[in-house]
């Protein structure tokens, strides 16, 4: 194995949930809220985790309480996704060499799919590692630090698959077993299906 360096979590729950027409990161997920079921996921690989958070803050921080997380808050999260990396990235831990991006509104992707890019990641040279599900790219996406004021000059309408075609031969893609990693939870359908997973 070649790399034995930090990675650190920014977990994007900053969303004003629209489409759902309530906070959906407090909703119930199998026996805790969204939000505390993808932070759970994201301790169990990285050595640090940083929440960003933007509407309704202060109910989401006081779920998150007594976790060994540090939460930010993201004035402009109004911007969208973007927007919220640029501040995970902002407030990261000195000395962290990758950063692997949760989404919020994915309580159901397991964290092995997490530790299966984390490993792929150590043993390969890319600076991009991007898990896959028959062929279509998902979620937690692992970028290094290197990239971060790349980052922070990208289009903030246009998002962070500007970074993937500008470093499109840095990506390492894996392969996971996982559907999970394709789906998000934006509406109240979606909710009551992948609730019912569980």
Known sequence: ?????????IVLAAGASTRMK?????????GKTIVETVVDNA?????????????????????????????VVNENYLLGMLSSVICGFQNLHKNVNA??????????VPYQAAKMVIEEWKKSEKGIVIPTFSEKRGHPVLIETRFRNEIEKLDIEKGLRQLMEIRKNDIL????????????????EEYEKESKSY
Do not use: Y
């Open 1 to 9: 194995m070649k790399k034995t360096k930090s990675v650190c979590a």
């Open 22 to 30: 309530t906070q959906k990161m407090l909703l119930p997920f199998n």
């Open 43 to 71: 301790l169990k690989v990285a050595e640090n985790v940083v929440v960003v958070l933007g509407s309704h803050k202060d109910e989401i921080a006081e779920k998150l309480a007594g976790r060994n997380i540090s939460i």
């Open 99 to 108: 950063v692997l991006i949760f989404l919020g509104d994915q309580p159901q």
């Open 173 to 188: 893609e894996v392969d996971c077993p996982f559907p999970e990693i394709l789906r998000d939870i934006d509406t109240p």
